[in-house]
């Protein structure tokens, strides 16, 4: 079963404009990724946050963690025409012997209008 | 160029065939990935190898193989392809195993297989 969970499944926006997209996870994490994928292409890692941090900060991304909610979100600000892709969160998935594996989530696709 | 090199890019096969799909990378990683994605269920992990002569079973391994003889070379085995399997695949690498310090997948391009 999926680990994480994206929200919304799409988001269609004016350029200029914010896009938030939230992703929400089972089990208890070390740390999460958030990952673009543009259309046809293999995806792209854009930033990491560990479990012991709240917020991060990249160019125009911010992603926080709440691990009491179980829940991060990725903030595009400013967005523009060649943010229009896919984004996936991607969380470790802890078992007793280490955590071999990065699970992902089903995606958000943002499309940002010119 | 430093990279993943997948291949082929895409293929249509006939159901029962057997086939390999190649995935290379340059960078010396450790650890290699094979993804399967499709529309509305994400990627999920088919197998993965945490170093040269290891592999491990991810979500969804049945119907599939895989080797690693050698750092650079990670193939993926359909041994009797079934259409279900159609999906577009991904290679990924990451430069060590072990996700629970968080490491970076590095993706290729993909291929595009269709079984009919």
């Known amino acids: 079963s999926q680990q994480g969970e994206e929200d919304p499944q799409a988001l269609s926006i004016q350029e200029g404009e914010n896009a938030t997209m939230n992703c929400s996870y089972k089990t208890s994490i070390n740390n999460l990724q958030w990952y673009r994928q543009n259309s046809g292409r293999g995806l792209v890692h854009l930033i990491l946050?560990?479990?012991?941090?709240r917020e991060k900060h990249s160019g125009r991304l911010r992603v926080t963690l709440d691990t009491s909610k179980k829940s991060s979100s990725l903030l595009i600000t400013a967005s523009r025409a060649a943010d229009t892709a896919s984004y996936f969160c991607a969380t470790d998935l802890p078992t007793q012997g280490g955590s071999e594996k990065l699970v992902f989530g089903k995606g958000t696709k943002l499309t940002v209008n010119p | 160029i430093a990279g993943i090199t997948q291949a082929p890019t895409s293929q249509i096969l006939a159901a029962g065939r057997r086939m390999t799909l190649r995935c290379t990378q340059d960078?010396?990683?450790?650890?290699m990935y094979w993804y399967r994605q499709d529309l509305g269920l994400g990627l999920r992990l088919i197998h993965y190898s945490n170093t040269a002569g290891t592999t491990g079973k991810g979500e969804v391994p049945d119907g599939y193989s895989v080797s690693r003889a050698n750092t650079d070379d990670f193939p993926l085995t359909l041994a009797s392809a079934v259409p279900s399997q159609t999906s577009v695949y991904f290679c990924a690498t990451s430069p060590q195993w072990g996700q629970e310090f968080g490491s970076p997948l590095h993706f290729g391009n993909g291929t595009r297989l269709t079984v009919t």
């Open positions: 946050i560990r479990s012991n941090e």
């Open positions: 960078m010396r990683h450790n650890a």
